[in-house]
């Protein structure tokens, strides 16, 4: 990690370090402040009418936010930070993709269809057929039966 910070901030003086840092601060916060207001919009526009609810302030916009965040989750299960299930999904992948592209097993395919395939076919259709007519005689009897 040290090595990373290292990398990307080569050539960078303090100030424009600082400047950055700053600015990730007061866009976080506008973001923030955005977010909440927009909040505060939408429940006084529609849950007094839609419900009978009453009217929030700003504040308690924000802290009903923090509220659902706690009750329901932040909402990181689907980025790719690299948790276990997301490791095991890409293993699980390239090992499929590893078994599919092994054709080792298919070298022997069409000497083993010249020689045993064309037969065997037709031994499966003959015992379709015989299970197919065994199943019509077995019927038979009980349509008599009426």
């Not at 866009?27 to 429940?43: D, N, Q, V």
């Not at 924000?62 to 706690?70: D, E, N, S």
């Not at 990181?76 to 690299?82: A, L, P, V």
């Amino acid at each position: 990690m040290k090595e990373y910070f290292k990398h990307k901030m080569r050539e960078k003086s303090p100030v424009v370090i600082i400047g950055m840092v700053l600015f990730g601060i007061v866009a976080i916060t506008g973001l923030a402040i955005l977010f909440g207001y927009i909040l505060m919009s939408l429940w006084n526009w529609l849950m007094p009418m839609l419900f009978g609810l009453p009217v929030i302030s700003y504040w308690q916009a924000v802290g009903l936010f923090i509220l659902a965040k706690i009750l329901f989750g932040f909402g990181g299960g689907s980025g790719s930070g690299g948790g276990k299930s997301h490791r095991r999904n890409k293993e699980h992948c390239r090992d499929k993709r590893r078994r599919s592209r092994d054709f080792s097993k298919w070298e022997h395919y069409d000497k083993f269809w010249e020689e045993k395939g064309e037969q065997a076919y037709e031994d499966y259709v003959k015992e379709l057929n015989t299970d197919d007519a065994v199943e019509i005689i077995e019927e038979d009897p009980k349509q008599d039966g009426k």
